[in-house]
């Protein structure tokens, strides 16, 4: 399976933008990038995917490099409901039911 | 729309004591998930459902753990007999299960907190 790299932590102040980064250099062509975040105590949930072009969505942007190995998620203004451990997670596009390999991910911590 | 629904939410049991935890996924998701998640890392699938039939069940510790989902829809998990180590979040999870990764984003329940003293 293909890896993704992420730091452990990092740090934000509220209302400013974040850019949590991903390295993915084995890649495949047929790999979505996801984007899962883990909220203290809670189940993780979707943020974002994307395969090629960036993406957005109510909560978040995706940006991928013209290469795709690596993409960075975009919060455009952390609150402090955002501090969570955020994970990038690849998954291939011709496996509906592919199950997610999570990594270590970043933990996302937002000072007042 | 109901999401993934998990009980118990808490558990503590003693070494060598049994224990089990239930999930019912989504309405009408054929992919159910077991994960795993130990303190301080991600989580870990143990096995996966399509309807009722095991897609992988290669990381779960077939000795003392087992899942069953017999009517394609509710779940359980099993330890039996537990040890120390199983001490974790048992994340239930579910997908629709078909029509490609865009329509297959993985939903998760709060999970289930076992402590084994």
């Known amino acids: 399976d293909a890896k993704t790299t992420q730091p452990n932590s990092m740090e934000s102040n509220e209302e400013e933008p974040v850019h949590l980064p991903c390295n993915h250099s084995?890649?495949?062509?047929?790999?979505?990038i996801h984007w899962y975040r883990q909220l203290p105590s809670q189940g993780p949930e979707y943020v974002i995917h994307?395969?090629?072009s960036n993406v957005n969505n109510r909560m978040a942007s995706l940006a991928i490099a013209e290469d795709r190995k690596s993409s960075t998620l975009i919060l455009h203004r952390a609150t402090l409901r955002d501090a969570a451990v955020y994970y990038c997670?690849?998954?291939?596009?011709?496996?509906?039911?592919?199950?997610?390999?999570f990594g270590g991910g970043t933990r996302l911590m937002v000072k007042p | 729309e109901a999401g993934v629904a998990q009980s118990p939410r808490y558990k503590i049991i003693e070494k060598r004591q049994s224990v089990a935890f239930w999930c019912n996924p989504i309405?009408?998701?054929?992919?159910l998930y077991w994960y795993q998640q130990i303190l301080g890392q991600g989580p870990k699938l143990l096995i996966q459902?399509?309807?009722?039939?095991?897609?992988?069940d290669s990381q779960l510790p077939k000795d003392r753990f087992s899942a069953e989902r017999l009517k394609g829809v509710d779940s359980t998990l099993k330890i039996q007999p537990a040890k120390l180590e199983d001490s974790a979040v048992y994340l239930c999870?579910?997908?629709?299960?078909?029509?490609?990764?865009?329509?297959?984003?993985?939903?998760f329940g709060e999970g289930s907190w076992l402590t084994v003293v």
């Open positions: 999870a579910s997908s629709l299960g078909r029509g490609g990764v865009s329509r297959n984003t993985i939903y």
């Open positions: 084995t890649i495949s062509g047929t790999d979505y």
């Open positions: 994307g395969l090629t």
């Open positions: 997670i690849l998954r291939d596009v011709n496996n509906a039911g592919n199950m997610l390999t």
């Open positions: 309405s009408g998701h054929a992919t």
């Open positions: 459902f399509q309807n009722n039939g095991v897609v992988d």
